[in-house]
């Protein structure tokens, strides 16, 4: 399970792009980011227990694909941080990705970003 403390402020601007996130999520949750990996791909998180996609909810269903990789090259659990606006469209994002995280065994969690 990824485990970020409830209610946590990120002091991040409403413009700031995936990787300042992944940084911020990094350090909060004490993983490193933007990890290099063998294949020259590049992990968002890795922590001692997950390796971490972080994607913004729209590209939801890209995300599982991206964790299994990482997972694969890394020996660690696969694990998805969403980024949500909490706009109502994003449900059908979420439902998607949960769909896939559960039949795929991938741990996944949402961070509301600000609009």
Avoid at 13 to 33: C, D, F, H, R, Y
Avoid at 87 to 103: Q, S, V
Wanted: include cysteine.
């Amino acid at each position: 399970m990824i485990t970020l403390p409830p209610d946590t402020a990120f002091a991040l601007p409403p413009t700031a792009n995936e990787v300042a996130w992944s940084k911020a999520i990094a350090n909060l949750i004490g993983g490193q980011a933007e990890v290099r990996l063998m294949d020259k791909s590049r992990a968002d998180i890795i922590t001692d227990t997950h390796a971490i996609e972080v994607e913004w909810i729209k590209k939801a269903t890209q995300a599982p694909g991206q964790a299994l990789l990482y997972a694969a090259l890394t020996g660690r659990k696969p694990g998805i941080i969403l980024l949500a606006r909490g706009k109502p469209r994003e449900e059908i994002y979420f439902l998607r990705c949960g769909i896939m995280c559960a039949h795929a065994g991938i741990d996944m969690a949402v961070v509301q970003t600000l609009r």
